[in-house]
């Protein structure tokens, strides 16, 4: 089953990429890439910036505040102006590849009059004409997402695991009368935090993706049925067909209406968890870095930074639970 999803996916995927536009295409998504990897860059640095910030707000230094705040209006500035640019240049790439498939696909479906041969003979291929207008640009745009957000992601864990492993120090555990001494635990709890919510997510919304694939066939048969009508309106108002045509779009509605009821539910379930989790990633780093604070090893502003780089580990090892 994998094997054969993987092999789907590379065949729709390679094909613009050896095109005759692959090098355009690849010097665009490096450029995606290295703005991604910017925005990571300046993270790093806002979350210095709040170590020197609220050591300078403990310490009363008033003499630090305004220059900080302006230190920090200059990061988020460069922060937003590359983080809209990565955004349209991702758009850019979108739009160019889902061009080039959306071509392929077309000239695949005309000709030899395929689109004829295929309602004979394949049942299994429904609303080819939806596959080609909305699959492909979904396929695009969540591909480039997906993709570009891992690579994100995983710099981010990276930069952030050692901040996160250096403000961390060294928690001592006694269990049996044996001191046990965890370096970089704030790390190591992230790991888990993340990682048991990532399956648990898993568990949760995994359903969710037959569902979303039903729906947007049953929203497909719909509206293909009413279509259908109106290209043969003649020969149904000849007949007097509007009972019939009535009782197959209310089946159809009714195919809707059904699965997005399950979708509803599911959906449900994935909110409250998802929004658990996210509250509690706000109190648990708290918890966590409070002993070194209330002990003296770090200030106001570790403890700040601390939680702040927690959030990045914790952002960034979620990275499924979030897709």
């Not at 995927?13 to 692959?22: A, D, H, N, R, T």
């Not at 995606?32 to 609220?54: K, R, S």
């Not at 492909?136 to 930069?159: M, S």
């Not at 770090?298 to 702040?308: A, E, K, R, V």
Request: net charge positive.
């Amino acid at each position: 089953m994998k094997q054969n999803l993987f092999r789907g996916f590379w065949h729709l995927f390679k094909g613009y990429w050896k095109s005759e536009e692959k090098w355009k295409a690849c010097g665009l998504l490096a450029v995606v890439i290295a703005l991604n990897f910017a925005m990571v860059y300046l993270l790093v640095q806002i979350n210095d910036w709040y170590n020197e910030f609220y050591n300078s707000l403990q310490n009363y230094q008033s003499d630090l505040f305004w220059p900080l705040v302006g230190k920090f209006s200059a990061l988020a500035f460069t922060y937003i102006l590359i983080a809209v640019y990565a955004i349209y240049l991702r758009q850019m790439l979108q739009l160019k590849w889902r061009t080039w498939m959306t071509n392929q696909y077309l000239n695949s479906w005309l000709n030899g009059q395929v689109y004829y041969r295929l309602q004979l003979t394949d049942g299994a291929t429904d609303n080819p004409d939806q596959r080609i207008s909305e699959d492909i640009n979904q396929f695009v745009a969540l591909t480039l997402q997906l993709l570009i957000g891992f690579l994100k992601q995983i710099t981010t864990l990276v930069a952030f695991g050692f901040v996160l492993w250096e403000l961390s120090g060294e928690y001592a555990v006694n269990l049996g009368g044996t001191e046990i001494i965890i370096y970089g635990y704030m790390f190591w709890f992230s790991f888990a935090y993340s990682g048991i919510g990532t399956y648990l997510a898993h568990k949760v919304g995994r359903k969710l993706i037959s569902l979303n694939f039903d729906q947007q066939k049953y929203e497909a048969d719909f509206r293909f049925s009413m279509m259908r009508m109106r290209e043969n309106a003649e020969s149904i108002a000849f007949y007097r067909g509007e009972s019939a045509e009535m009782e197959g779009f209310v089946d159809k509605f009714g195919c809707v209406i059904k699965n997005y009821w399950q979708l509803m539910k599911k959906t449900k379930h994935l909110n409250f968890y998802v929004n658990g989790y996210a509250q509690l990633a706000i109190i648990v780093p708290l918890i966590m870095a409070a002993p070194r604070y209330f002990s003296g090893a770090m200030q106001l502003g570790g403890l700040m930074q601390t939680i702040s780089a927690f959030g990045r580990v914790q952002d960034a090892l979620s990275y499924f639970v979030d897709s």
